[in-house]
């Protein structure tokens, strides 16, 4: 069967299961758009690439799945650069699809034409460029399998239109891939596996600290009959939330930078860290030479070159998370950890624990009161997506993620404007669940612009801004380490619930606490999507804090602030 | 110093995402070259980076993971055979020739060219050898240089191959 190279992508595309396609067109695709007309997949019209690359990676992470992002050459394809550097650092298996100039305008400066695959070498996973017709399918292929195996991440795929445009021979059976004939190699090294069963077994004061890892590998089962074995404590990343219950007791919850203290604490007591699919990043470390410095470790990696990269361990278990869990559960023994528990709860004790429920009503709105609400009033069940900064911290500490993939959340590059593009990504993937996007006032103004996107594919999120009139965290950091100099943080912002009518989209404004939660409820019912503009405490402070670069157990403690802190213990 | 061999597919762009990653992991490249294999489709190369190692196991770990990059592997601890090749032309005049010869002779290099002021000497050897006369062709008035940067292999049974190709691919991805 004789076919134009934009039909072979679609078909492609088709046959590798692709049911939605996040882009928006322009000359040098226009061949392949042509061909999505006349094929069964759903082309959401975005309203700016960077949206596309989010909406395709907030359908990843929703999933596990890979999301496709499309786009022109040139400019729509350096809009997707942030999207894909943002897929990029949290391992999200996205496929962008970019047009490109004919072959042999390629390096002429023509109309619309960049280096697409220079430009993001350091950002993605692998990209390459399509120049024949002939190449396009198996390269399609080949850049599914990249971007979903071992640690996942983005593959750009450049098509020149010429190739969109010459016909050939399709034929799928053929067009099988041909990856590049790697070494594999022998993870399982056995010393370093008895080396990390002895120190599972001898351990006083273990930790685990969970990572998003748990959730690519599909290890949480596993994983929760890891923990019940060995009976160990578990800390989690910000991109591990989720993949183990925070109701469960032995769910210590975040550490890092905003992590609870007792948590932080407890990390800087422990004699072993169990890393399992987390990197050490800054966020979770805080000063490398003094973090956990009376702590063994083991690190349970599928990325050979995370391996000492920031933290020196003591036994390396490089493979995937479930498989590593699966050998290693049969090998423990006994443990009586019943002191170390015991010190634990002592430690969470002394800690002041911010119980906003039974916080009285004294005419101040904050972040938390909205976010605990949300919280209860969907019994955290919802998938919530959130940007990044103050929200999404506050988020984290009082939304309590069950199940995996439900917080959605760009962690690694830190992107604003992440969460309504992403959120719109997974309510495509997920259409019979419940999606709200948590975002700042600072941030849902870089991609506003998709509410016209929601409008138009007439999809149902529920869009909570948690409005204080400031870049909130960029605010706070300078309130705590630049002399409360707020140089370029105050933000005007346009009145969000009349800019949600403009749109055609319900809005609604909130600036006392009792109407918190009618208004979440009555948002839940409708059918479609309702913005609310919560309007809250303008200078509340995400505690507690470790400030950048201090150790993770000298943190900055809620203040002693009778307006914040009337709380009772639970 | 830390020696790396890598063998790489043989296309375009190769070069530029094996030095790009050093770049981006703020690692100097102090010598790399390549070539082809006895398989015209894989390309050998032998990098040779000012870093520890610690910054040899990262850049090994992270060359692996690039696609084209069938095989890495930090050779710096293991027993090692290294060349290094340049061309010298240095100034000879008729008075300095034959005390140049002698020079040669010594250092096992070769005359390949001779021109009326000039000659080319080629060498061979480790780094220090060619180093060693470079020294003494010094004052004799060194006009232009080229050498070839390292290549390395790793001595007697200490095999380092590319993975045979195999006829069976990667499995389909499957959608969790």
Same mark, same amino acid.
Request: glycine share 8%; hydrophobic share 40%.
């Given at each position: ?9 679609c ?9 939605h396609?996040?882009? &928006?067109?322009g000359? #040098? ?13 759903? /082309?959401?019209?975005?309203? /700016? ?10 359908y990843?992470?929703a999933t596990?799945?890979?999301?496709v #992002? ?20 949290d @391992?999200?298996?996205?496929?962008c699809?970019t047009?490109?100039v004919?072959?042999?305008l390629?390096?002429?400066d023509?109309f ?9 070498m350091?950002i993605t ?11 396009i399918a198996?390269?399609?292929r080949?850049?599914f399998?990249?971007a ?7 593959v750009?795929?450049d ?7 010459a ?6 059976? #053929?067009s ?16 370093e596996f ?11 004061r273990?930790?685990i ?19 019940r ?10 991109l591990?939330?989720?993949c183990?219950?925070?109701s469960?007791p032995?769910? $210590? ?7 609870e203290?007792?948590?932080?604490h ?6 072993l860290l169990?890393a399992?699919?987390?990197?050490f ?14 702590a063994?470790?083991?690190h349970?990696e599928i ?22 869990l699966?050998k ?19 430690l969470r004790g ?8 039974? $916080?009285?009503?004294?005419g /101040?709105? &904050? ?6 609400d949300?919280?209860k009033?969907?019994r ?8 990044v900064?103050? /929200? ?7 939304y309590?993620?069950?199940q995996?993939r ?7 590059l ?5 969460a309504?593009?992403a959120a ?9 669940s419940?999606?709200w ?8 103004q ?7 996107t929601?409008?138009?594919?007439k ?5 909570a ?7 909130g965290m960029?605010r ?9 100099? &707020?140089v ?5 912002a ?5 800019l949600?009518?403009?749109f055609?989209?319900?809005?609604e404004?909130?600036?006392?606490? #009792?109407?918190?939660l009618p208004?979440i ?6 059918k ?12 509340d @402070?995400? &505690? ?8 993770l157990?000298e ?10 802190e009337?709380?009772?213990e639970? | 110093?830390?020696t ?7 296309k ?7 030095s790009?990653?050093?770049r981006r992991?703020a690692?100097?490249i102090?010598?790399?070259t +390549? ?5 015209p489709? %894989?390309?050998r ?19 692996e993971?690039?696609?084209? +990059?069938?095989l890495?592997?930090?050779i ?7 060349r290094d090749?340049?061309?010298?032309k240095?100034l ?10 002698e020079? %040669?002779?010594?250092f ?12 080319? %000497? ?5 780094v ?22 390292? %290549?390395?292999?790793?001595?007697g049974g200490d095999?380092l191959?590319?993975?045979a ?12």
């Amino acid at each position: 069967m004789k076919l134009t190279g934009a039909e072979i992508l679609c078909e492609s595309l088709t046959k590798l299961g692709v049911q939605h396609i996040f882009g &928006y067109p322009g000359g #040098a695709i226009l061949p392949v758009y042509d061909a999505l007309g006349k094929s069964k997949l759903h /082309h959401i019209l975005v309203r /700016h690439e960077q949206g596309a690359t989010h909406m395709a990676d907030g359908y990843a992470r929703a999933t596990g799945g890979v999301g496709v #992002a499309m786009a022109t050459s040139g400019p729509g394809a350096t809009n997707m650069v942030t999207g894909i550097a943002t897929a990029m650092l949290d @391992s999200s298996p996205v496929v962008c699809i970019t047009g490109q100039v004919s072959s042999k305008l390629l390096g002429s400066d023509a109309f619309q034409e960049i280096d697409i695959t220079g430009i993001t070498m350091p950002i993605t996973k692998h990209n390459v460029v399509v120049s024949r017709a002939e190449d396009i399918a198996r390269t399609v292929r080949e850049a599914f399998i990249i971007a979903n195996t071992g640690r996942p991440g983005p593959v750009l795929v450049d098509i020149t239109k010429d190739a969109q445009q010459a016909s050939c021979e399709f034929d799928w059976e #053929a067009s099988t891939p041909k990856l590049p004939q790697k070494r594999v190699r022998n993870d399982h090294n056995q010393e370093e596996f008895d080396r990390a069963v002895e120190l599972l077994n001898t351990a006083k004061r273990p930790i685990i600290l969970a990572g998003r890892g748990i959730m690519l590998s599909g290890a949480m089962r596993a994983f929760e009959q890891f923990v019940r074995t060995c009976d160990i404590p578990v800390a989690m990343t910000l991109l591990g939330i989720g993949c183990f219950p925070a109701s469960d007791p032995m769910n $210590l919850g975040m550490m890092g930078m905003h992590g609870e203290a007792w948590v932080n604490h407890a990390i800087q007591e422990s004699d072993l860290l169990i890393a399992v699919g987390m990197r050490f990043d800054d966020r979770v470390t805080g000063d490398l030479r003094t973090y956990a410095k009376g702590a063994r470790k083991i690190h349970i990696e599928i990325d050979r070159a995370e391996i000492n990269k920031n933290v020196k361990v003591d036994a390396a278990l490089i493979g995937d998370a479930r498989e590593t869990l699966e050998k290693l559960i049969p090998h423990i023994v006994n443990p009586d950890r019943a002191p170390w528990l015991a010190h634990i709860r002592e430690l969470r004790g002394d800690s002041a624990v911010r119980d906003i429920q039974s $916080l009285p009503d004294n005419g /101040h709105l &904050y972040a938390a009161h909205v976010i605990n609400d949300l919280w209860k009033e969907t019994r955290g069940e919802a998938i919530v997506v959130t940007d990044v900064g103050q /929200h999404q911290m506050w988020e984290a500490q009082y939304y309590h993620h069950n199940q995996p993939r439900t917080l959605i959340t760009s962690g690694g590059l830190g992107t604003m404007g992440f969460a309504l593009p992403a959120a719109i990504g997974a309510k495509f993937a997920k259409p019979d669940s419940e999606v709200w996007v948590v975002v700042g006032d600072g941030g849902f103004q870089m991609t506003m612009c998709e509410l016209a996107t929601i409008v138009q594919e007439k999809i149902n999120i529920k869009i909570a801004i948690i409005n204080n009139g400031f870049l909130g965290m960029v605010r706070q950091w300078q309130e705590f380490f630049y002399d409360k100099r &707020y140089v370029a943080t105050p933000l005007v912002a346009p009145d969000f619930a009349a800019l949600a009518n403009a749109f055609g989209i319900r809005g609604e404004r909130i600036t006392a606490r #009792a109407d918190v939660l009618p208004t979440i409820r009555s948002a839940r019912e409708s059918k479609e999507t309702v913005l609310i503009d919560f309007r809250v405490e303008q200078e509340d @402070s995400v &505690y507690p804090m470790v400030p950048a670069g201090a150790s993770l157990h000298e943190m900055i403690r809620r203040p002693n602030n009778p307006l914040v802190e009337t709380a009772t213990e639970p | 110093m830390q020696t790396l061999v890598a063998y790489v597919e043989n296309k375009p762009g190769v070069l530029n995402r094996v030095s790009s990653l050093a770049r981006r992991l703020a690692i100097n490249i102090d010598s790399l070259t +390549v070539g082809p294999t006895d398989n015209p489709q %894989i390309a050998r190369m032998t990098i040779v980076a000012h870093t520890d190692e610690k910054g040899g196991h990262r850049l090994e770990a992270s060359l692996e993971k690039l696609v084209d +990059v069938l095989l890495a592997e930090n050779i710096s601890e293991r027993s090692l055979l290294e060349r290094d090749l340049a061309l010298i032309k240095v100034l000879a005049d008729q008075q300095s020739r034959p005390h140049l010869m002698e020079l %040669i002779k010594v250092f096992r290099a070769r005359v390949v060219d001779v021109a009326p002021e000039s000659l080319i %000497i080629e060498v061979s050897g480790t780094v220090d050898k060619i180093d060693g006369l470079l020294e003494v062709l010094r004052p004799f008035g060194v006009l232009e240089m080229a050498r070839s940067g390292r %290549i390395s292999m790793t001595r007697g049974g200490d095999l380092l191959r590319p993975p045979a190709p195999r006829e069976t691919q990667a499995p389909a991805v499957v959608t969790r």
